[in-house]
């Protein structure tokens, strides 16, 4: 846990935490993007989307 430009911020890495982050998403944690990354990325991109279109996408991705 950390903080950068004033945001409190956790960093994981490895596929199990990725999952338990994404997966308990505003139970537990709440995605943010700062301001200046959702307009570099876009709006519609994935990186800067939550809640139930996330949890499709990633539900989508694992039938596959």
């Not at 700062?34 to 990325?41: F, G, Q, T, V, Y």
């Given at each position: 846990?950390?903080?950068?430009?004033?945001?409190?911020?956790?960093?994981?890495?490895?596929d199990e935490a990725c999952h338990f982050v994404l997966?308990?998403?505003?139970?537990?944690?709440?995605?943010?993007?700062?301001?200046?990354?959702?307009?570099?990325?876009?709006?519609?991109?994935?990186?800067?989307?939550?809640?139930?279109?996330?949890?499709?996408?990633?539900?989508?991705?694992?039938?596959?």
């Amino acid at each position: 846990k950390t903080r950068v430009f004033g945001q409190s911020i956790i960093y994981v890495s490895g596929d199990e935490a990725c999952h338990f982050v994404l997966d308990n998403e505003n139970e537990y944690f709440q995605n943010k993007m700062l301001p200046n990354i959702e307009a570099l990325l876009g709006a519609s991109s994935l990186t800067v989307q939550t809640g139930v279109l996330l949890q499709k996408v990633l539900t989508d991705r694992k039938t596959l």
